[in-house]
């Protein structure tokens, strides 16, 4: 049964600490993304990733960080120098015939 | 980054009705995606377009492809409550590596 799971699906959070996020795929996809949502707002690209080993800045990078060490998986952290950390995470990955983005079921993280 | 504009912003309407809602762009796209996001849930895929005047069927779900490829419209026919949720348009850049999303369209159905 292929897709992509996010865990947890509810993290909390001290300010001034890190947390990686958690995202995996089995769909064999070689890109992956991470996506940011507020409440109310469309979505905004963190960080993706179109092979194993590289990775590029989305539109709000800044606080973030990622790894892709495998091609099922691509964490991301939430660094302390992001200023406004409370939001729900997706993440996705691309189909590479069709080039349609799927995404996971979402980490809705707080920071307080 | 560039944001599409997707309008109405909210809808709410009554169970039966049609719902039509759009997405304009100042840039030209390859293909369009919608998606429908229920709550707390990530977005699920909805229907693709890939040529301009393209038009697409899911169900009651109607989507088209404008001709000049810079909107693109979605059509729900005789709307049912599991309708309510948030309908999200994007647009995929030439590369086929990075989506635009729209800022999405609340719908509420009345039972």
């Known amino acids: 049964d292929g897709g992509i799971t996010q865990s947890p699906k509810y993290l909390f959070r001290k300010e001034g600490q890190n947390v990686t996020l958690s995202c995996e795929q089995n769909?064999?996809?070689?890109?992956m993304y991470w996506y940011r949502q507020d409440p109310g707002q469309g979505l905004r690209l963190i960080y993706y990733s179109q092979i194993v080993n590289d990775f590029q800045k989305g539109d709000i990078a800044e606080g973030y960080s990622v790894s892709r060490e495998k091609k099922e998986s691509f964490p991301l952290t939430v660094t302390s120098a992001q200023k406004n950390p409370t939001a729900f995470y997706l993440c996705?990955?691309?189909?590479?015939?069709?080039?349609?983005?799927?995404f996971g079921p979402g980490t809705r993280l707080t920071v307080t | 980054g560039q944001q599409l504009n997707q309008s109405p912003q909210s809808m709410f309407i009554q169970e039966g009705e049609d719902v039509s809602m759009n997405c304009t762009s100042s840039s030209i796209f390859n293909t369009w995606l919608w998606y429908k996001q229920d709550p707390g849930e990530g977005p699920v895929l909805l229907i693709a377009?890939?040529?301009?005047?393209e038009l697409t069927s899911n169900g009651r779900l109607t989507a088209q492809f404008g001709i000049t490829r810079k909107d693109s419209f979605l059509n729900i026919s005789a709307s049912i409550p599991s309708d309510v949720g948030i309908y999200f348009c994007a647009g995929l850049n030439n590369a086929g590596n990075m989506l635009t999303f729209g800022g999405g369209t609340r719908l509420m159905v009345k039972p």
């Open positions: 996705a990955s691309r189909d590479r015939i069709s080039y349609e983005q799927y």
């Open positions: 377009l890939y040529k301009a005047g």
């Open positions: 769909l064999n996809h070689d890109a």
